[in-house]
T-cell receptor
């Protein structure tokens, strides 16, 4: 069983601040997806990273896939209340078509 | 709306009844995945289906749970003789190819009373 850890589990910060959340494992993955989930809704796909060292930007969000493809980070600059939600990383289980979901980082942005 | 559709959004069943959850994938997607999410927990994979075939059901409980994805119509997750522990949010996702990006529906929240 591959272990996946997301940190921090909870984060409450002021509007305008920056933050980084992490997704770590001891396993190598072929790709990794980041999702955001709001209460009562399904996860919404934000990005997919495939290549070790890859960096992708989506407006104020910057996603990085570790060189060894075992970890990933999500950096948000100047957070806004609309960024509030549960951020989930989901690496693809090697050798299968399954994605493994972490328990996520629950972000609350204070206005 | 070309997104993944799930219905019903909310379902209440008494212990011992059957629950049927439906999922219509995005247009052009023939791969469907079902997940279960308990409060404060991550999404747990249940089953992966292609049209008329179950590809991977390693996450499905051995009893009472079944899934299908017929040639025509939505994918169905069926839970027989529900128990309180089945209360959860059930999500389906679809993709155009095996292992490709998965797009999720809004989920069905099952409450067993």
């Amino acid at each position: 069983t591959q272990l996946l850890e997301q940190s921090p589990q909870f984060l409450s910060i002021q509007e305008g601040e920056n933050l980084t959340v992490y997704c770590n494992s001891s396993s190598v993955f072929s790709s990794l997806q980041w999702y955001r989930q709001e209460p009562g809704e399904g996860p919404v796909l934000l990005v997919t990273v495939v290549t070790g060292g890859e960096v992708k930007k989506l407006k104020r969000l910057t996603f990085q896939f570790g060189d060894a493809r075992k970890d990933s980070s999500l950096h948000i600059t100047a957070v806004q209340p609309g960024d509030t939600g549960l951020y989930l990383c989901a690496p693809r289980d090697s050798g299968t078509y399954k994605y493994i979901f972490g328990t996520g980082t629950r972000l609350k942005v204070l206005a | 709306n070309a997104g993944v559709m799930q219905n019903p959004r909310h379902l209440v069943r008494r212990r011992g009844q059957e629950a049927r959850l439906r999922c219509s994938p995005m247009k052009g997607h023939s791969h469907v995945y079902w997940y279960r999410q308990l409060p404060e927990e991550g999404l747990k994979f249940m089953v992966y289906l292609q049209k008329e075939n179950i590809i991977d059901e390693s996450g499905m409980p051995k009893e009472r749970f079944s899934a299908e994805f017929p040639k025509e119509g939505p994918s169905i997750l069926r839970i027989q003789q529900v128990v309180r522990g089945d209360s959860a949010a059930y999500f389906c996702a679809s993709s155009p190819l095996p292992g490709a990006e998965q797009y999720f529906g809004p989920g069905t929240r099952l409450t067993v009373t």
